[in-house]
């Protein structure tokens, strides 16, 4: 049995399979208007820019015939309540990330990122040729949604600390922000991890509750004015290489939509994806270098501290790996990781090797 049969067959639990028996739902003809509940307050950068962007497009390519209302985290439901909402039929579709729903299955992991993993390049190249999409699409069809990548924060550092990471042993007990596996990875290290939604990060930070939080990159984590309250950014991390976003529809509203509305979905989903992506590369030196000047202290983990990363994020996957679904995943995307990894380490790396040795 090939991988999309399989996940099409599984069961993964009464509610999902409830979910998969309603009624779609008739729609008189004309314009619509859509609601879309986000995991963050509007202006975020990078984050809030993908879910902006795919609202203004959907609106503008349809000529109004389907207008995205974009609802802020809180506004309608909470942060981390918008998989819910929509899955339910509460709100019509969901911008956010993917990994905030790992309590729904282990396997959404995968569509945001997962320690060690991928790159944004990466991913979109899984995604779009090697089968991530229809991954994607099979595991969300199981919770009544039609689900699509939609942004890319690039590589996530590692993150703002209120105390310098020299050992291991420096992470027992800190109270840190960090969602998904990597939460997990630093929990087996003996951090106290906290889930908090990026609207809530920095009061957390200022009023001394958490001792450090990831959040996207420079140029969104200087918007977020991390700098003013924590010394210590580590700009490189384990956790999240390239991080996707996820556009996720009801998926008896996304079946209600004409096939020309749903191409432009899709086309959109895509621009966004690759444009989220470019900005953050693009803004992310600029603004590193202005943390700097401004008196941030710049640091990197050190080896030991990194081989912990490695060794915990490979026994947090391999925790999973009894999920069938979760398994089926895995070997898909991590086979598809070797093959870019290999390609890109003896063409572009070995490229930028020679162009900065040659450029000094």
Not at 201 to 228: K, T
Not at 253 to 274: C, F, G, K, M, N
Request: hydrophobic fraction near 40%; charged fraction near 15%; include cysteine.
């Amino acid at each position: 049995m090939d991988r999309r049969s399989f996940l099409r067959t599984s069961a993964i639990g009464g509610a999902a399979a409830a979910s998969t028996t309603l009624a779609a739902p008739a729609y008189a003809q004309g314009n619509r208007t859509l609601t879309m509940v986000t995991s963050v307050p509007d202006g975020f950068a990078i984050f809030d820019d993908a879910a902006q962007q795919v609202a203004d497009y959907i609106t503008n390519a349809t000529d109004g015939a389907l207008t995205i209302n974009k609802m802020p985290a809180g506004s309608l439901v909470g942060a981390f309540e918008v998989f819910d909402a929509v899955s339910s039929g509460q709100a019509d579709l969901y911008h956010s990330a993917d990994y905030y729903f790992l309590n729904q299955h282990p396997a959404f992991a995968f569509f945001t990122s997962v320690p060690f993993g991928m790159t944004g390049q990466e991913m979109a190249n899984w995604y779009y040729h090697r089968g991530g999409h229809e991954a994607h699409t099979e595991l969300a069809s199981l919770f009544n949604l039609r689900s699509f990548l939609c942004g890319n924060t690039a590589m996530q550092p590692g993150g703002w600390f209120n105390i310098e990471i020299n050992s291991v042993e420096d992470l027992q007990g800190l109270r840190f922000r960090m969602p998904g596996q990597g939460g997990q990875v630093l929990g087996r290290l003996g951090a106290s991890v906290q889930n908090i939604p990026g609207g809530e990060i920095y009061q957390a930070l200022s009023s001394g509750q958490i001792d450090g939080a990831e959040w996207i990159g420079p140029y969104a984590d200087e918007r977020m004015g991390f700098q003013e309250v924590t010394p210590n950014y580590y700009t490189s991390g384990f956790h999240e290489p390239g991080s996707a976003l996820t556009l996720g529809f009801n998926l008896d509203v996304w079946e209600s939509l004409t096939a020309p509305q749903q191409t432009i979905v899709d086309a959109a989903t895509r621009a966004v994806y690759s444009t989220n992506l470019s900005l953050s590369l693009a803004e992310n030196g600029a603004a590193l270098a202005r943390l700097q000047a401004g008196g941030t202290q710049i640091r990197e983990f050190p080896d030991d501290v990194w081989d912990a990363f490695g060794t915990a994020a490979a026994e947090v996957r391999e925790e999973n790996m009894s999920d069938p679904i979760y398994a089926d995943i895995a070997t898909s995307y991590f086979e598809s990781l070797r093959e870019s990894a290999a390609w890109f380490e003896i063409g572009d790396g070995e490229y930028m090797r020679q162009r900065n040795r040659v450029n000094g």
